[in-house]
């Protein structure tokens, strides 16, 4: 595991209260994980506030599972 | 006519996180008055407030990524909620559901979370305000949360009266059943203001004590010649009003009844009852009225006595006035051990008045060496005191000049 996705990983079970173990790569925020629409704007600013990076509101819509924060952050991180 | 009895309790003050631990504490004249530590106070005219420590706060009931997505009042509100609903123990099925409710309401809401969110915006612009900030601090929110965590979706608001919140949150919920509007209400009122913007504007009110400072559990003492001003605490009280029949059916357990309910506005000023006590009177004979008791059968008054050199004065006179041909009527102040709860204090009180006419005892009016003046009320200075109590008001007054009375009695 990359340690992008590991950093990514604690947040969401920090933020979103769900099992390590639960967590994939293609898990969705919501559909998998149980988050509502609140929960993805906390992990949002979440994910910026640990990377560093801002997160526009149309790169925001389209980080819907594990592996689009990963790649986003992977790119934009500074 | 439809009776409305409490079937169930829950508390929690800076004595203790439930009501067996506050009961115990309080029958043991201990007191929830302690310095402040959680933040700086250096420069703060009042130092001391009754706190809850954090370690009080189950985890089993509201968890650590709740609790930080939570103001702290709704926190507590939650806590003493769930107590008072194992304490009941229902479990409606959908229809019933539709017909129980939560009113559970509060002094002053989130304000420690809108300071901090202030600051965030101010220092890290408005990308860093949490989507949880409002829904964290809007003060219908514990009802919102409680009727959400247990399903009951009957009649959900909160009242805003300051310091009368928790009995009128109490008062109306009883007024919804008895008008057939709803067959079970989780009531009450939750505060958490102990924080530094609440401190601050307190104290430039000039209604905290200032003057015991080095020995906070002496600074709330209500009716005493050295009281200086209220002490504030934290916590919240919640109780389970249910429908007589609805509750014996279900074979539930009875703390008692409540029978009156008064209210009624002062229209003098913004924070100071009105000089003859006329507005807190007024609140109390239309809750003795509305239970249809006479005088003889109210042996109790659960005072607001919050320890302020003015409105303690009122309050007596008002109770001398309305009680001045009649013997044996006691009268304490529970905020002498746990300071001024704002908007819980009235839940919290009747939450306490239920316990002394269950007991047939009343806690102690803690610091009350020398009063003002002499009264032909026994004010319980001191020393709890065994007393068969049938009847009891609880009174709530609150800036903005808001009353608010409960007759609650045996069954």
Request: aromatic share 6%.
């Amino acid at each position: 595991m990359s340690d992008i996705e590991e950093r990514v990983k604690k947040i969401v079970v920090e933020h979103l209260g769900v099992d390590e173990s639960k967590i994939q790569s293609d898990s969705k925020f919501i559909d998998d994980l149980g988050a509502d629409s609140l929960d993805t704007v906390e992990l949002v600013m979440a994910f910026e506030e640990e990377f560093g990076c801002e997160i526009p509101d149309d790169a925001a819509e389209k980080i819907v599972t594990m592996k689009d924060a990963v790649s986003f952050l992977s790119d934009n991180s500074n | 006519m439809r009776r409305v009895v409490v079937t169930g309790l829950g508390a929690i003050t800076p004595l203790g996180n439930s009501v067996k631990n506050n009961w115990e504490s309080l029958l043991q004249n201990k007191s929830g008055i302690k310095k402040i530590t959680k933040f700086n106070v250096d420069g703060y005219p009042c130092t001391i407030a009754g706190t809850i420590e954090d370690s009080l706060i189950d985890e089993q009931i509201i968890s650590q990524r709740d609790q930080r997505r939570n103001d702290r009042f709704i926190t507590l509100g939650i806590i003493a909620a769930n107590e008072a609903y194992l304490d009941a123990g229902f479990n409606p099925n959908e229809e019933e559901a539709n017909r129980y409710g939560v009113i559970i309401g509060s002094g002053i809401g989130g304000l420690d979370s809108i300071y901090k969110n202030s600051l965030i915006l101010n220092d890290q612009g408005i990308r860093r305000i949490s989507p949880f900030f409002i829904p964290s601090s809007l003060i219908n929110l514990t009802s919102g949360q409680v009727s959400i965590k247990y399903g009951l979706k009957g009649p959900n608001s909160s009242p805003v009266t300051a310091c009368a919140t928790g009995t009128h949150a109490i008062g109306d919920s009883f007024t919804l059943i008895k008008n057939n509007k709803a067959d079970l209400m989780i009531c009450g009122g939750s505060e958490a203001a102990v924080c530094p913007i609440g401190m601050a504007g307190f104290s430039a009110a000039r209604a905290l004590c200032d003057t015991f400072n080095d020995n906070p559990e002496s600074g709330s003492r209500p009716w005493d010649k050295k009281r200086s001003g209220f002490v504030m605490g934290e916590g919240a009280g919640v109780l389970v009003l249910e429908e007589y029949e609805h509750a014996k059916k279900r074979g539930a357990d009875i703390y008692g009844e409540i029978k009156g309910y008064g209210l009624s506005g002062d229209a003098f000023h913004i924070t100071k009852p009105s000089e003859d006590g006329n507005g807190g009177f007024r609140a109390m004979e239309m809750a003795v009225k509305e239970s249809e008791l006479s005088l003889e059968d109210i042996q109790y008054i659960n005072a607001h006595g919050t320890s302020t050199p003015v409105g303690d004065l009122i309050e007596l006179s008002a109770v001398e006035r309305m009680f001045e041909n009649h013997k044996n009527i006691f009268m304490n102040s529970n905020k002498s051990a746990i300071g001024h709860l704002l908007g819980a204090a009235g839940a919290v009180e009747a939450v306490f008045t239920l316990k002394s006419i269950q007991n047939s005892i009343l806690p102690a009016t803690l610091n009350l060496d020398e009063p003002e003046r002499e009264t032909f009320i026994d004010l319980v200075p001191n020393t709890p005191k065994e007393a068969k109590i049938k009847n009891a008001i609880s009174n709530s007054f609150g800036f903005g000049g808001t009353n608010a009375s409960l007759v609650i009695g045996t069954i």
